[in-house]
Structure formats: C-alpha cells, structure tokens
C-alpha cells in the first residue's frame, strides 16, 4: 500500500514450520458457494458452480442448437472484478472471543492512540470478537512495534523515489496452518518526519486488516489497496465480509474448533 510519499505496506509470513503450513494452507482451503451475512458474496470455484449430474437424463433431451450456443454467459472474469483476497484463518487462540494485543514503548502516545483508534474502528464493526490491550509484559497474540526513525518498516533507510514501507505484518502459524501469533511493524514516520495521526491511524487500520485475515485489494479505493494512494481511510461491507470469510468458523458460526476459509477472496 502506497502513501503519499509512495509509501508501501506488506505482510509476510514467518515460522519455523513454514512450508508445512504454506501447504497445508494452500490444500486446505476450499472454495464454496456460502454467502456470509452480507450483501457481497463469497466467490465459488468454478467446479462447486456446476449442477449434479443427476440431471444428465434431461441435459441429453436439449435440441442441439441449444448445445452448440457457445458461451452460456455464466463464465467469470476474475480480472474483469473487484476481489479482496482472503490470507488465513486464527487458531483456537480466539475460541474465547479475544485477541489481545501489545503495542510497545517504540511510539509516542499520539502514535499509540491512533493505533488504539484503528483497532477500535474494528473492534466495533466485527461481533463475536473483541481487542483487550495487554499493559503487562507478558506476550500478546499481536505484537505492535515501531520502526526506527531512520528506517522504514521493513528496517530499510528511506530511498527517495523507491517504495517506503510504512506497515508490515508478519504471520506465525502453528502446525496445522492457523494463525498462532502475529507481530506488527509500523513505520514512524518518512524522512526525519512524522506521520500525520490520520495517516499513521490509516497505516493502522490497513495492517489490522492483515491480522483479521485479510490480504490485499486488487483495485484502488479499499483500505486494503497495495498503496495508500489509492487506498481509502474506513473500513467498508467488503472488508468486513472478508474478515467474517477468513474467521467463519468463530465470527459467524460461534464455533470453537478453526477451519480453514472456504474461500480465497471476497467480491466488493
């Protein structure tokens, strides 16, 4: 995701078993046809779309012009939608409806509270889940930190012209593929000068989108576009239903036991 200054956001994934996981992401999830509890629909794959062939008897009996009509315009162009792409489900750690969180000393309190803003802009819009902010110094599900102020988020010095991170996420997984713990990295700021506390709340909110499951937008006007310069400040119906798609089985289902998404991404 790209600021003003063509700052950029990222996420990665960090474990010690991280190709088993990545595997047994990749093979766990299984596209549906489920609609989740909000207008936008989760795609389906194309193989789950198609009918049963209990009805080939009667597919048989069609005139054959019908057969031969080409295209029955039910075919999807993926490049032609607006998807928002669903990264991973949490662990059993949110059985109880919490995530709780640390951000730590790196920040002002300014930086600290719009960090606080962005995750209560959250906390009000998804149910069945709740951020606690953890004071002690005891470990949290969400570590949030602060760069140095001659770095970027990745610890990179700042380049100008080339692309600045200004939040990255950084996913450890357990050993089935479920979100175990997550660490934060926010940048302080851009060449010796602080984010404004919109900007830095912007920044926020776009990497708490990576730590309730989401991944990227592939079109401009999301929080979770690539770059912030196409990005949009509020969270939307998109972003929440991909939330609810990524952490189904806890969010919408009340369950205690993960399950993969059933899906790779949402439609906005």
């Not at 194309?46 to 009667?58: A, I, K, M, T, Y």
């Given at each position: 995701m790209n600021l003003k200054h063509n700052t950029a956001f990222g996420f990665t994934f960090s474990t010690p078993c991280l190709l088993l996981a990545l595997i047994l992401?990749?093979?766990?999830?299984?596209?549906?046809?489920?609609?989740?509890?909000?207008?936008?629909?989760?795609?389906?794959?194309?193989?789950?779309?198609?009918?049963?062939?209990?009805?080939?008897?009667?597919?048989?009996?069609?005139?054959?012009?019908?057969?031969?009509?080409?295209?029955?315009?039910?075919?999807?162009?993926?490049?032609d939608m607006n998807l928002l792409q669903i990264c991973c489900a949490w662990s059993d750690k949110i059985s109880d409806g919490v995530l709780e969180y640390k951000i730590s000393d790196g920040g002002d309190e300014d930086s600290k509270q719009s960090v606080r803003n962005a995750i209560q802009g959250w906390d009000l819009l998804i149910d069945n889940l709740i951020f606690v902010e953890k004071q002690d110094d005891s470990e949290a599900d969400v570590e949030i930190v602060f760069s140095d102020g001659d770095e970027d988020a990745n610890d990179e010095e700042f380049d100008y012209g080339a692309p600045i991170a200004a939040g990255k996420t950084e996913f450890r997984f357990d050993n089935t593929g479920f979100i175990d713990s997550i660490e934060v990295t926010l940048s302080g700021g851009i060449f010796g000068s602080g984010f404004h506390n919109s900007e830095l709340e912007q920044i926020a909110r776009h990497e708490i989108g990576h730590v309730l499951g989401l991944g990227h937008a592939n079109f401009d006007g999301s929080l979770m576009s690539e770059s912030t310069d196409g990005g949009a400040e509020n969270i939307s119906a998109c972003e929440i239903n991909g939330v609810l798609a990524a952490n189904y089985w806890k969010l919408v289902a009340v369950g205690n036991n993960p399950e993969y998404p059933e899906a790779n991404f949402v439609v906005c």
């Open positions: 992401l990749l093979l766990s999830i299984i596209p549906s046809a489920k609609i989740i509890s909000s207008p936008i629909p989760v795609m389906a794959s194309v193989e789950n779309n198609q009918e049963s062939d209990d009805n080939d008897d009667e597919e048989s009996t069609r005139d054959e012009d019908d057969e031969d009509d080409g295209d029955s315009g039910d075919d999807i162009d993926l490049d």
